[in-house]
C-alpha cells in the first residue's frame, strides 16, 4: 500500500504552476497521479507526447482550448482528457487558481517540466 499526503511529495514548478506528483513511474504502478495548480491569469500551450492525460477540476475555474480552436469551460466537478497526445491551451481564469487532480499514462519519472515558449507546445 502507498499512502503519501501534500507535504511530503515531489512538487515542481512548471511555469505557470505547481505539480505535485503523488504517484510516479518508481511506484511500479504504471501511472501518476498529480494535484496541479495553474496559476490564476496564466495561459500556458501544452502537449504530451508520450503520456495521455486525464484532468479533474477540483477548485478555481478556467478553460481549455482544442487543437481546431473549441474552448470548453472548466469548473470544479469537470474532467478533460487529452487521448489522442493533442496540444492545448490551458488557462486559468484571471481572478483565481485552476486546481486539478491529473493521471498520466505510462506515469511520470516525476523531474518532468515544461518549457513554455510562446512559439511552439511544451512536450514531455
Not at 12 to 34: C, E, I
Request: proline share 3%; glycine share 8%; charged share 20%.
Amino acid at each position: 500500500m502507498i499512502v503519501r499526503n501534500l507535504e511530503n511529495v515531489t512538487t515542481v514548478d512548471w511555469g505557470n504552476g505547481l505539480s505535485r506528483r503523488f504517484l510516479l513511474a518508481s511506484d511500479g504502478l504504471g501511472y501518476s497521479v498529480t494535484d496541479t495548480t495553474v496559476r490564476a491569469g496564466t495561459k500556458s500551450l501544452l502537449e504530451y507526447r508520450r503520456h495521455l492525460e486525464a484532468c479533474y477540476c477540483i477548485d478555481g475555474s478556467g478553460e481549455v482550448i482544442a487543437p481546431d480552436g473549441t474552448s470548453y469551460r472548466i469548473t470544479p466537478g469537470t474532467l478533460y482528457a487529452l487521448d489522442q497526445h493533442e496540444a492545448h491551451h490551458l488557462i486559468a481564469d484571471p481572478d483565481t487558481d485552476l486546481r486539478l487532480v491529473c493521471v498520466f499514462s505510462p506515469a511520470l519519472r516525476g523531474d518532468e517540466q515544461h518549457s513554455l515558449d510562446a512559439s511552439s507546445a511544451s512536450a514531455y
